[in-house]
T-cell receptor, first 112, second 116 residues
Framework: SQKIEQNSEALNIQEGKTATLTCNYTNYSPAYLQWYRQDPGRGPVFLLLIRENEKEKRKERLKVTFDTTLKQSLFHITASQPADSATYLCALGGSNTGKLIFGQGTTLQVKP | GAGVSQTPSNKVTEKGKYVELRCDPISGHTALYWYRQSLGQGPEFLIY????????DSGLPNDRFFAVRPEGSVSTLKIQRTERGDSAVYLC???FGRGLLGNEQFFGPGTRLTVL
């Protein structure tokens, strides 16, 4: 069955450093991958979309890579700030359905 | 409204009871999605609508779960004979255009369902 794995342990980094979060998947060939941010008690908020034929996407301090051979996406936050502290979810989507398959999320804590 | 709204925000019920959860999507969004999220897990897909019809209901766990969207806007998720294992946060999301294009999904705050 389809499986998505994100860093299970919380990621703690110092303010100003680059945070790198990993999303690995198996038994699936997604047409695209999305990253969402979720704060406690709130719904996920969309951050970035990358399609299967794209290698890298950037938006302000965010960068996403997508390697369909390795079946892996990396999500980077440069110059991290305490306000970036949240849970980050990766989600895979197919070409014949609008549903998203989410990973379990990685909690990022940025310390001042 | 400005965003996706869900009511109620919290629902406590007893095992065996029937519950309805409501979702008001962003105006003009044709695709609507239901997910549920357990503590420490990512959202789990249940069903999505394109307009009034269910385009993909492969995530509904069993026939106790049913969802409708009769006029292509508001949707109701209905759970019959609730079980303790149904306790979770039920999230609704909507997106502009057809859901197949990977359009970003806008999520509501969720309904926290607790089955005693």
């Amino acid at each position: 069955s389809q499986k998505i794995e994100q860093n299970s342990e919380a990621l703690n980094i110092q303010e100003g450093k680059t945070a790198t979060l990993t999303c690995n998947y198996t038994n699936y060939s997604p047409a695209y991958l999305q990253w969402y941010r979720q704060d406690p008690g709130r719904g996920p908020v969309f951050l970035l979309l990358i399609r299967e034929n794209e290698k890298e996407k950037r938006k302000e301090r965010l960068k996403v890579t997508f390697d369909t051979t390795l079946k892996q996406s990396l999500f980077h936050i440069t110059a991290s700030q305490p306000a970036d502290s949240a849970t980050y979810l990766c989600a895979l989507g197919g070409s014949n359905t609008g549903k998203l398959i989410f990973g379990q999320g990685t909690t990022l804590q940025v310390k001042p | 409204g400005a965003g996706v709204s869900q009511t109620p925000s919290n629902k406590v019920t007893e095992k065996g009871k029937y519950v309805e959860l409501r979702c008001d999507p962003i105006s003009g969004h044709t695709a609507l999605y239901w997910y549920r999220q357990s503590l420490g897990q990512g959202p789990e897909f249940l069903i999505y609508f394109q307009g009034t019809g269910a385009a993909d209901d492969s995530g509904l766990p069993n026939d106790r779960f049913f969802a409708v969207r009769p006029e292509g806007s508001v949707s109701t998720l209905k759970i019959q004979r609730t079980e303790r294992g149904d306790s979770a946060v039920y999230l609704c999301a909507s997106s502009f255009g057809r859901g197949l294009l990977g359009n970003e999904q806008f999520f509501g705050p969720g309904t926290r369902l607790t089955v005693l």
